[in-house]
């Protein structure tokens, strides 16, 4: 069970390893203890070494993982890899990759069946596009994202899973979604999380879309808001320290 807020950087495709490695020096150099908040990093895959020896204070993610379960599938990376760097988080169904690369809520429920098993802890990402909040459709589609993620695991009660609430229009755009609209759509995630049978498994709830060092104090303290995913503040030590301490 995690007791504190969450706060994931998520790399996505920036950083080469000798970049992440200039980052992490850098923010281990930082005073990184906390008693109220997880600091996570998701680099990209060839960066996940890095994290080896690292501060204990920081946990380590990954930005995907495959659902396929051969061996024989050319350039997938398995959640047993994943393990082996001790990684702690994947995030999966993030918008870009159901955007770019064809992630359905198929292919996000077969990625949860394989990591709900293990040791590593999901982050599922789920958001509505803005011409579906325009046309009143967002608690539909977050209601299919989420059910259909879980449609394929058995809940256990001691198992942890993130979900991180992005609306696709407020990610990389500096416009976070405002306190209201988060508090109402966190609230409709909790409901829809209620009329699903999880055998009282701890689910969390994560926000994501322009969060920065100016906008994070409020939003952490929306109802429901237990942490952040965090794109383009995260790729710059200062701007992420500077969230991570507010949190
Ligand atoms: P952003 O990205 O913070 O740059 O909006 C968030 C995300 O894509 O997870």
């Not at 098993?117 to 958001?127: D, K, R």
């Not at 879980?150 to 899973?161: C, T, Y």
């Not at 969390?204 to 994070?216: D, I, P, R, T």
Request: aromatic share 8%; charged share 20%.
């Amino acid at each position: 069970m995690i007791r504190k807020k969450i706060c994931v950087a998520n790399w996505k495709m920036n950083k080469n390893f000798i970049e992440s490695n200039d980052f992490l020096k850098k923010i281990t150099q930082k005073d990184l203890s906390s008693n109220s908040c997880e600091l996570v990093i998701c680099p990209s895959y060839d960066s996940l070494f890095l994290f080896n020896k690292l501060n204990p204070q920081l946990s380590l993610g990954a930005q995907d993982v495959s659902y396929l379960n051969s061996p024989s599938s050319t350039g997938e990376i398995s959640v047993d890899m994943l393990t082996s760097h001790n990684c702690k988080y994947v995030i999966i169904g993030h918008s870009e990759r159901r955007e770019s690369l064809n992630e359905t809520n198929e292919s996000v429920s077969l990625k949860m069946k394989e990591i709900y098993n293990s040791q590593i802890i999901p982050i599922l990402c789920i958001g509505e596009k803005l011409d579906e909040k325009l046309g009143k459709l967002t608690y539909k589609v977050l209601e299919k994202q989420i059910t259909k993620a879980f449609s394929k695991i058995n809940f256990k009660s001691e198992k942890d899973v993130l979900i991180a609430y992005e609306p696709v229009w407020a990610i990389g755009t500096g416009q976070a979604a405002g306190h209201n609209e988060i508090k109402q759509n966190m609230k409709l995630i909790k409901k829809i999380i209620n009329n699903i049978y999880t055998n009282n498994c701890n689910i969390y709830l994560l926000y994501g879309g322009s969060v920065n060092e100016n906008n994070a104090s409020e939003i952490i303290n929306i109802d429901n808001v237990d942490g952040f995913l965090i794109g383009s503040a995260s790729l710059e030590v200062n701007s992420f320290y500077k969230i991570f301490k507010q949190l």
